[in-house]
């Protein structure tokens, strides 16, 4: 039996994403790929309110997070660190040779804006990292401030990881003047692994113009001259064509009402929120930083989650243990994408159900 995904990635795809994966092949160097690669960037730039390079990567969203290193940083990098994914950011800086300090937050904590511009302020830094939405702890750090404090700093990139967030919670990349904010397929945007996307700002390639080695795949000053120079709307190498297409479908559809979208993303957080309270649950967020597009709450009434997923299994749903050193001191509950309210108080019902909560 197919069970229905509550995980925060891979999310469950909808059969009509599917059946746009679907599509007969095209050669990538063809006037038909282009009207693909066109048509989808077009929409992806509604969602994020950009006008902005959109980097279509053929990788998951750790492709486009080492391209953001490869072809961003000189110097140092500055990596606010609150969570597994935010770790993963300080590693590829690490990897590639960089000096990288951390600005650490406990598990459960947000990113400050006051604290990483302290930080900055003690000079020598190029780059910063953060995550919009740690997935291993459920907490959504102030973006749009964090982008705010960068206007101190003009030579120093924000480079976002928005794996989680993107597509689920508003993000408006030129209004907020960002850098590069980048996310894989399969979270928010609802489709199969294997393609990330980043909005990427001027400033970006002014900067990857001063760094000789930038790589050879993720080389950004060269997916630009196969999308907007030499050539248009291509890739330097074979892109994932079926979810290329079936990304610029889902923006599409998503663009087409996106109040609505966005309201949908903060009424189904709302909804597992007071259910995990209602029940005598706690959030592992810090107040007022609780994510958008998956609830991580805190197993203070001591259940087997493994337990609980292995009934839920036998139902034909699967929520997500603890992230790492959290499993079963934490359980998470994605709702994002084309998920709706209805299958969320679907899971919650069975839930209940199975822990005899009621
Ligand atoms: C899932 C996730 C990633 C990693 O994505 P991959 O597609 O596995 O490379 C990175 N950051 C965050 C916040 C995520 O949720």
């Not at 907020?176 to 980043?198: E, H, M, N, Y």
């Not at 989650?305 to 359980?331: D, H, W």
């Given at each position: 039996m197919h069970k229905k995904l509550f995980i925060p990635g891979p999310v469950e795809v909808t059969t009509q994403s599917l059946h746009d994966m679907g599509v007969p092949m095209v050669g990538h160097r063809s006037k038909d790929y282009e009207k693909i690669h066109a048509f989808c960037v077009e929409n992806v730039k509604k969602v994020l309110y950009t006008d902005k390079f959109i980097w279509i990567g053929t990788c998951s969203s750790t492709g486009l997070m080492e391209g953001a290193i490869l072809n961003l940083c000189r110097k140092k990098v500055l990596s606010v660190v609150l969570g597994a994914f935010s770790d993963r950011w300080n590693k590829i800086a690490k990897a590639n040779g960089h000096e990288s300090v951390r600005l650490e937050y406990e598990w459960g904590k947000a990113a400050k804006p006051s604290d990483i511009d302290s930080k900055l302020s003690e000079g020598g830094f190029d780059l910063v990292t953060v995550v919009f939405n740690e997935t291993s702890t459920g907490v959504m750090s102030p973006l749009k401030d964090i982008a705010g404090v960068m206007k101190k700093y003009p030579d120093v990139i924000l480079a976002v990881d928005a794996v989680s967030g993107m597509a689920a919670a508003r993000i408006e990349v030129?209004?907020?003047?960002?850098?590069?904010?980048?996310?894989?397929?399969?979270?928010?945007?609802?489709?199969?692994?294997?393609?990330?996307?980043?909005?990427?700002s001027e400033r970006c390639f002014k900067r990857a113009e001063t760094i000789e080695h930038r790589g050879f795949y993720f080389d950004l000053l060269n997916a630009k001259e196969y999308a907007a120079?030499?050539?248009?709307?291509?890739?330097?190498?074979?892109?994932?064509?079926?979810?290329?297409?079936?990304?610029?479908?889902?923006?599409?559809?998503?663009?087409?009402?996106?109040?609505?979208?966005?309201?949908?993303?903060?009424?189904?957080?709302?909804?597992?929120?007071?259910?995990?309270?209602?029940?005598?649950?706690?959030?592992?967020a810090e107040?007022?930083?609780?994510?958008?597009?998956?609830?991580?709450?805190?197993?203070?009434?001591?259940?087997?989650?493994?337990?609980?997923?292995?009934?839920?299994?036998?139902?034909?749903?699967?929520?997500?243990?603890?992230?790492?050193?959290?499993?079963?001191?934490?359980?998470?509950?994605?709702?994002?994408g084309t998920m709706t309210l209805t299958e969320v108080r679907d899971l919650l019902l069975n839930v209940d159900d199975i822990l005899g909560f009621k």
């Open positions: 030129d209004a907020w003047d960002l850098d590069f904010i980048l996310a894989g397929t399969q979270k928010a945007w609802s489709l199969p692994p294997g393609l990330a996307v980043a909005a990427v120079g030499k050539r248009s709307n291509q890739t330097p190498s074979t892109p994932g064509i079926s979810l290329v297409h079936a990304l610029g479908r889902q923006a599409e559809r998503y663009s087409r009402d996106l109040e609505a979208h966005w309201a949908k993303h903060v009424e189904m957080a709302k909804f597992v929120q007071d259910w995990a309270r209602d029940r005598g649950f706690e959030l592992f107040p007022g930083y609780e994510s958008l597009s998956l609830t991580c709450i805190k197993n203070t009434r001591g259940i087997s989650v493994a337990g609980l997923n292995a009934e839920l299994g036998k139902r034909g749903y699967m929520l997500s243990n603890g992230y790492g050193k959290l499993k079963e001191q934490t359980f998470r509950i994605a709702h994002m």
